[in-house]
């Protein structure tokens, strides 16, 4: 008896600049929906990266065990947005895990939650402090960037909507998750000095 030879990773079916959507649309690389669901896989692997890091000082990893449990949960809903944005026809999209109102309420509970402990922003920071908060940093401004991308979708397709309030509300929720993370390593927030 013989086993059925693996298949291989490479296609070649995009050497020629085009690539296939999850409903089998074959639009060009540089297509706009190609764009958008590549920030967002861009974020999720970089948000991979943040989990790593949250491990990485053991004086603190404890601390930062609810941290990774939520971003573990953003990173399948993240995945859920990119497919969607990879779909056009409405019959497949209707099949996708959707995104929901109350996803992004957990998000919102999340930020309260961390922002209740911070003592109150009263000027811009940079991006900047301990290693985590720096990560979660550049996990924010993907994440702005795969909104402004989506965007370019969902201004023509309601059917994205929550999926661009998602992303919205995600980049709010790093954002403050940095601040969290100096705080967490007894670090505060690098303030902007105006010269």
């Not at 109350?102 to 301990?130: K, S």
Request: hydrophobic share 40%.
């Amino acid at each position: 008896m013989t086993t059925p030879p693996k298949a291989k990773i490479y296609t070649r079916t995009g050497d020629k600049g085009s690539t296939r959507l999850v409903d089998g649309s074959c639009v060009e690389k540089f297509n706009p929906r190609v764009e958008a669901y590549g920030t967002v896989d861009e974020l999720n692997s970089y948000l991979g990266v943040v989990r790593c890091a949250l491990k990485q000082d053991s004086a603190i990893a404890a601390k930062f065990v609810a941290m990774d449990h939520v971003l573990e949960k953003i990173q399948n809903e993240l995945f859920n947005i990119g497919s969607l944005l990879a779909t056009e026809k409405d019959e497949v999209f209707k099949m996708l895990p959707a995104i929901t109102e109350e996803q992004i309420v957990f998000i919102e509970h999340q930020i309260d939650e961390l922002t209740a402990g911070l003592p109150e922003l009263r000027n811009f920071i940079l991006p900047a402090g301990h290693p985590v908060a720096a990560h979660l940093h550049v996990a924010r401004t993907c994440c702005r960037r795969s909104e402004r991308r989506s965007a370019e979708i969902a201004v023509k397709d309601d059917r994205y909507a929550l999926a661009l309030q998602y992303l919205n509300r995600l980049s709010d929720y790093l954002f403050v998750a940095a601040r969290f993370a100096n705080q967490t390593a007894g670090q505060a927030d690098v303030v902007w000095k105006k010269t």
